[in-house]
């Protein structure tokens, strides 16, 4: 988006940044129908495609799906997931079987459902996720994938009343989801000790390392925390070191 307040442009621009040189450049894509200008969605990269799920868009919050091939640089519609109603914020993570899981997200409240997108067929699973209400509702979280499970951090719990110009009230709890299914394993709260945690916080970016033994680390940065009254926008970077059974 453009812009911090609720009357923002949103854009459908894409860039490219060179790892190498540090350097931005625009990408001109050359078929297909691009996905509609919105903010707030969510895009992961899987081999040679790059996915884009949801946001919010001039006429209001979406659950479409996109794909790009960043070979021929041509988009391709996957369709509206006919089971969730639209969102901003939301997790778009990997599973096994070459699978998509769309979770939780901002839907005119806080969420914990999930639906399945499978690769293959390119098909939406018949019904929702079913092992998703033990995990709080939350949107603007950071995920990721590894081959054994899928990690969340944080996000929104309580949407501020001023809607995206507002803080809202943020969590730091780690939610571990089934890589299979998508189903909610284990949430495990911050300790006493918050010195050894990251504070509550949403808006944050993040990824994942995976080992060849299967353990990874997750990284966070920054985002934003505090509360309506007194934001605090945050810059620091931290690292979970997890190793799953």
């Given at each position: 988006r453009a812009g911090i307040t609720m009357e923002e442009k949103a854009m459908n621009d894409l860039y490219q940044l060179d790892i190498t040189t540090r350097q931005w450049k625009a990408i001109?894509?050359?078929?297909?129908?691009?996905?509609?200008?919105?903010?707030?969605?969510?895009?992961?990269s899987i081999d040679n495609f790059l996915y884009v799920f949801g946001g919010c868009g001039e006429q209001g919050r979406m659950a479409d799906l996109h794909q790009l091939n960043l070979t021929t640089l041509t988009w391709s519609s996957l369709g509206t997931s006919r089971l969730l109603r639209g969102r901003g914020g939301p997790n778009l993570l990997k599973l096994q079987n070459d699978q998509l899981a769309v979770v939780a997200g901002f839907a005119g409240e806080e969420t914990n459902d999930g639906h399945v997108f499978s690769l293959k067929s390119n098909e939406w699973a018949p019904k929702l996720i079913e092992g998703l209400a033990d995990m709080r509702p939350r949107s603007v979280n950071v995920a990721a994938s590894a081959c054994k499970g899928c990690i969340i951090f944080g996000g929104e719990v309580d949407p501020s009343s001023k809607g995206h110009e507002g803080a809202g009230g943020f969590t730091n709890d780690v939610v571990i989801l089934d890589s299979a299914t998508g189903n909610h394993v284990q949430s495990i709260l911050a300790p006493a000790d918050s010195t050894s945690w990251p504070e509550t916080r949403g808006w944050s970016d993040g990824s994942l390392l995976e080992q060849s033994d299967g353990s990874a680390s997750f990284f966070i940065f920054g985002g934003l925390s505090g509360d309506d009254s007194d934001p605090v926008r945050l810059d620091d970077l931290w690292r979970l070191d997890i190793s799953f059974s």
């Open positions: 001109e894509t050359k078929g297909g129908t691009p996905p509609v200008p919105r903010s707030f969605h969510r895009m992961i």
